[in-house]
Protein backbone atom coordinates (compact mmCIF):
# COMPACT_ATOMS: atom_id res chain seq x y z
CA UNK A 1 0.00 0.00 0.00
CA UNK A 2 1.37 3.66 -1.27
CA UNK A 3 0.98 6.32 1.57
CA UNK A 4 1.01 9.88 -0.77
CA UNK A 5 3.29 12.50 1.02
CA UNK A 6 0.32 16.04 1.52
CA UNK A 7 3.02 18.60 0.00
CA UNK A 8 2.31 22.18 0.66
CA UNK A 9 3.97 25.43 -1.53
CA UNK A 10 2.99 29.00 -0.35
CA UNK A 11 4.82 32.03 -1.77
CA UNK A 12 4.85 35.70 -0.33
CA UNK A 13 1.53 34.84 1.91
CA UNK A 14 4.02 33.47 4.89
CA UNK A 15 4.64 35.98 7.73
CA UNK A 16 8.25 37.02 8.02
CA UNK A 17 9.76 39.20 9.78
CA UNK A 18 10.65 42.77 8.93
CA UNK A 19 13.89 42.20 7.68
CA UNK A 20 13.14 39.12 5.14
CA UNK A 21 12.75 40.37 1.42
CA UNK A 22 10.95 37.45 0.62
CA UNK A 23 9.40 34.22 1.52
CA UNK A 24 8.40 30.65 0.92
CA UNK A 25 6.55 28.31 2.89
CA UNK A 26 6.87 24.46 2.51
CA UNK A 27 4.86 22.07 4.13
CA UNK A 28 5.07 18.29 4.48
CA UNK A 29 2.88 15.74 6.21
CA UNK A 30 3.76 12.27 6.33
CA UNK A 31 2.63 8.95 8.15
CA UNK A 32 4.47 7.68 11.21
CA UNK A 33 5.80 4.95 8.31
CA UNK A 34 9.87 4.30 7.78
CA UNK A 35 9.30 3.41 4.38
CA UNK A 36 8.27 7.12 3.81
CA UNK A 37 10.76 8.67 5.48
CA UNK A 38 13.64 8.76 2.48
CA UNK A 39 10.60 10.25 -0.08
CA UNK A 40 9.71 12.71 2.81
CA UNK A 41 13.37 14.18 2.79
CA UNK A 42 14.07 13.90 -1.07
CA UNK A 43 10.71 16.37 -1.58
CA UNK A 44 12.04 18.73 1.30
CA UNK A 45 15.19 19.00 -0.05
CA UNK A 46 14.77 19.32 -3.78
CA UNK A 47 12.23 22.58 -3.01
CA UNK A 48 15.09 23.99 -0.85
CA UNK A 49 17.40 23.43 -3.46
CA UNK A 50 15.01 25.43 -5.88
CA UNK A 51 15.15 27.92 -3.41
CA UNK A 52 18.40 28.59 -3.28
CA UNK A 53 19.72 26.43 -0.53
CA UNK A 54 23.52 25.58 -1.10
CA UNK A 55 24.19 22.11 -3.20
CA UNK A 56 26.57 21.58 0.01
CA UNK A 57 23.82 22.14 2.49
CA UNK A 58 21.15 20.24 0.72
CA UNK A 59 23.14 17.28 0.04
CA UNK A 60 24.27 16.77 3.57
CA UNK A 61 23.24 19.00 6.14
CA UNK A 62 19.88 19.12 5.69
CA UNK A 63 19.30 15.68 4.37
CA UNK A 64 21.00 14.27 6.97
CA UNK A 65 19.91 16.15 10.16
CA UNK A 66 16.15 15.98 8.41
CA UNK A 67 16.30 11.95 8.07
CA UNK A 68 17.37 12.09 12.02
CA UNK A 69 14.71 14.70 12.71
CA UNK A 70 12.05 12.48 11.03
CA UNK A 71 13.36 8.52 12.31
CA UNK A 72 13.13 10.12 15.88
CA UNK A 73 9.50 12.12 15.21
CA UNK A 74 8.36 8.44 13.66
CA UNK A 75 10.13 6.07 15.67
CA UNK A 76 9.87 7.65 19.54
CA UNK A 77 7.49 10.52 19.25
CA UNK A 78 4.72 9.16 17.10
CA UNK A 79 5.92 5.47 18.27
CA UNK A 80 5.28 4.51 15.17
CA UNK A 81 1.63 4.52 15.32
CA UNK A 82 -0.12 4.32 12.03
CA UNK A 83 -2.99 7.00 13.63
CA UNK A 84 -0.25 9.59 14.05
CA UNK A 85 1.46 11.82 11.46
CA UNK A 86 4.79 14.25 11.15
CA UNK A 87 4.66 18.01 10.01
CA UNK A 88 7.50 19.27 8.68
CA UNK A 89 7.50 23.21 8.00
CA UNK A 90 10.16 24.95 6.35
CA UNK A 91 10.11 28.79 5.93
CA UNK A 92 12.50 30.22 3.47
CA UNK A 93 13.72 33.72 4.00
CA UNK A 94 16.38 35.79 2.50
CA UNK A 95 18.54 34.92 5.71
CA UNK A 96 18.01 31.06 6.69
CA UNK A 97 16.08 27.87 5.85
CA UNK A 98 14.27 27.11 9.44
CA UNK A 99 12.82 23.36 9.40
CA UNK A 100 10.49 22.46 12.45
CA UNK A 101 9.58 19.12 12.69
CA UNK A 102 6.50 17.99 14.77
CA UNK A 103 4.82 14.28 15.93
CA UNK A 104 1.97 13.91 17.78
CA UNK A 105 3.85 12.27 20.83
CA UNK A 106 3.81 13.46 24.39
CA UNK A 107 7.45 15.18 23.93
CA UNK A 108 10.65 13.96 25.29
CA UNK A 109 13.64 16.36 28.15
CA UNK A 110 16.07 17.09 25.45
CA UNK A 111 18.27 17.89 28.54
CA UNK A 112 18.25 14.83 29.71
CA UNK A 113 19.60 12.92 26.02
CA UNK A 114 23.78 11.72 27.19
CA UNK A 115 25.46 13.55 24.53
CA UNK A 116 27.84 10.43 22.82
CA UNK A 117 31.52 11.21 22.73
CA UNK A 118 32.72 9.68 25.57
CA UNK A 119 33.34 6.19 25.19
CA UNK A 120 31.26 5.33 27.56
CA UNK A 121 28.66 6.83 26.47
CA UNK A 122 28.66 5.72 22.37
CA UNK A 123 26.51 3.02 23.18
CA UNK A 124 24.19 4.64 25.11
CA UNK A 125 20.14 3.79 24.21
CA UNK A 126 19.63 7.66 22.87
CA UNK A 127 21.16 11.01 21.76
CA UNK A 128 23.34 10.28 18.95
CA UNK A 129 20.70 11.49 16.24
CA UNK A 130 20.29 14.91 18.09
CA UNK A 131 23.94 15.08 18.63
CA UNK A 132 24.03 14.44 14.79
CA UNK A 133 21.38 17.41 13.82
CA UNK A 134 23.27 19.58 16.72
CA UNK A 135 26.61 19.16 14.28
CA UNK A 136 25.11 19.96 10.94
CA UNK A 137 22.90 22.98 11.53
CA UNK A 138 23.16 26.15 12.95
CA UNK A 139 20.72 26.74 15.43
CA UNK A 140 18.57 23.57 17.24
CA UNK A 141 15.65 24.41 19.55
CA UNK A 142 12.72 22.76 20.70
CA UNK A 143 9.28 23.10 21.73
CA UNK A 144 8.28 23.32 25.43
CA UNK A 145 6.41 20.08 25.59
CA UNK A 146 9.48 18.47 23.38
CA UNK A 147 7.41 16.88 20.54
CA UNK A 148 8.77 19.54 18.14
CA UNK A 149 12.27 20.40 16.63
CA UNK A 150 13.23 22.89 14.82
CA UNK A 151 16.63 23.71 13.07
CA UNK A 152 18.35 26.32 11.10
CA UNK A 153 20.20 26.60 8.28
CA UNK A 154 21.64 29.82 7.47
CA UNK A 155 22.46 30.64 4.00
CA UNK A 156 25.98 29.72 3.51
Known amino acids: MTVPLRLSVRRSDVPLPES ?3 G ?3 SVRLPS ?3 VLEEAV ?3 ARHCLAEGLSARQARFHLRVALCEALANAILYGNAEDPTKAV ?3 VTVTDA ?4 EVVDEGCGFDPTCLVTPVLPDDIE ?3 GRGLFLIRQLVDDVSFNDRGNA ?5 RRA
Open 20 to 22: ALT
Open 149 to 153: ICMVL
Open 42 to 44: DVV
Open 87 to 89: DVH
Open 33 to 35: RLE
Open 96 to 99: AFTV
Open 124 to 126: AAG
Open 24 to 26: VRI
